[in-house]
């Protein structure tokens, strides 16, 4: 009988919370499974790790250069036997059960491959919460859980990569595009196609992992940079969600003032020892580095096409 799920993980230089994760994925239960590791490059000793570890659970490891995440979920997805996929961070531990309330969910709605199952990553209990993580992980700079209102049928861009299971099929009729050059939109690009194709995302919180990944504005900042870049190859590929992506008809905004930016980032670090939630101003000033990201990106794709404008 065919295993029901592959858990694809890919993996780079992360050899420290890894063993966790794969600890707590060979503890699952509920439901056949295999793990299939893509290291995308590691360079920290995350292969010897894997070549030395004995799998309790049927698992296989894949090796690539450092070609980004959605190269190796496509090559995770390949190398699966699994009917569903489910796709972990390697930084994300689930939680007991967390295996079998993806299946619950899928059991209970039938079966239905025209469904994904997205389940909720918390911080790490050993992290340090502040209002900063809450305010990322629930109104949608990182994720945006506390914005889902109807479980039985969400928004294409709350599909995270993090914590969700699908169809393998419908991942190898429709699978990531391998053109975005750091981690950042390309599963909310490949959730929107799979919309079209009438993919109904449904949110089951109980299916709970642990999100070990420290940050702080300073990193988000040059995160949200990033994610500006990447919404530029996005808008490429989908023009007509421009809107959707901060990007009107002659491209993007102007960058805001440098020096009013200073000023907020020197009012956020002067404010966070009081741990208060200042979710304007870490908006305007996460704001700043996402347009930035956005005119870098614009103005490489001007000058590859020769506009000089």
């Known amino acids: 009988?065919?295993?029901?799920?592959?858990?694809?993980?890919?993996?780079?230089?992360?050899?420290e919370i890894l063993p966790e994760v794969l600890d707590a994925l060979e503890a699952q239960e509920g439901a056949t499974f295999e793990i299939v590791l893509v290291d995308d490059g590691s360079s920290d000793g995350t292969r010897e790790l894997l070549a030395g570890r004995r799998f309790r659970v049927p698992a296989r490891v894949l090796?690539?250069?450092?070609?980004?995440p959605a190269r190796a979920r496509n090559a995770g997805v390949r190398a699966a036997s699994g009917k569903r996929v489910a796709f972990l961070g390697d930084d994300t531990v689930p939680v007991p059960g967390w295996l079998a309330v993806h299946h619950?969910?899928?059991s209970e709605r039938g079966g239905e491959e025209g469904v994904a199952v997205l389940g909720y990553t918390a911080w790490h209990p050993r992290m340090r919460r502040t209002p900063f993580l809450d305010y990322i992980n629930e109104h949608g700079l990182q994720f945006g859980y506390a914005l889902i209102s109807d479980p039985e049928d969400v928004p294409f861009n709350f599909f995270y990569t993090?914590?969700?299971?699908?169809?393998?099929?419908?991942?190898?009729?429709e699978p990531f595009h391998e053109g975005f050059p750091y981690p950042a939109w390309e599963d909310i690009e490949l959730a929107y196609?799979?919309?079209?194709?009438?993919?109904r995302i449904v949110y089951e919180p109980r299916a709970r992992v642990h999100h070990d990944h420290p940050t702080d504005l300073d990193r988000?900042?040059?995160?949200?940079?990033?994610?500006?870049?990447?919404?530029v190859v996005f808008h490429r590929l989908h023009p007509e969600l421009g809107p959707f992506l901060g990007l009107g008809p002659k491209g993007p905004p102007p960058v805001p003032?440098?020096?009013?930016?200073?000023?907020?980032?020197?009012?956020?670090?002067?404010?966070?020892?009081?741990?208060?939630?200042?979710?304007?101003?870490?908006?305007?000033?996460?704001?700043?580095?996402?347009?930035?990201?956005?005119?870098?990106?614009w103005a490489e794709a001007g000058e590859a096409k020769g506009d000089t404008r």
């Open 1 to 15: 009988m065919p295993l029901a799920y592959s858990i694809v993980v890919p993996t780079h230089d992360r050899r």
């Open 63 to 68: 090796t690539q250069e450092n070609l980004g």
């Open 104 to 106: 619950r969910a899928w």
């Open 162 to 173: 993090s914590n969700i299971s699908l169809s393998r099929a419908l991942l190898l009729a």
């Open 193 to 199: 196609r799979l919309r079209r194709r009438g993919l």
């Open 220 to 231: 988000f900042g040059r995160r949200q940079e990033r994610a500006g870049y990447s919404a």
């Open 257 to 297: 003032s440098s020096r009013r930016q200073r000023s907020l980032e020197a009012l956020v670090r002067a404010l966070q020892p009081l741990r208060l939630a200042t979710p304007r101003l870490w908006q305007a000033v996460l704001r700043y580095h996402y347009i930035r990201g956005l005119r870098r990106a």
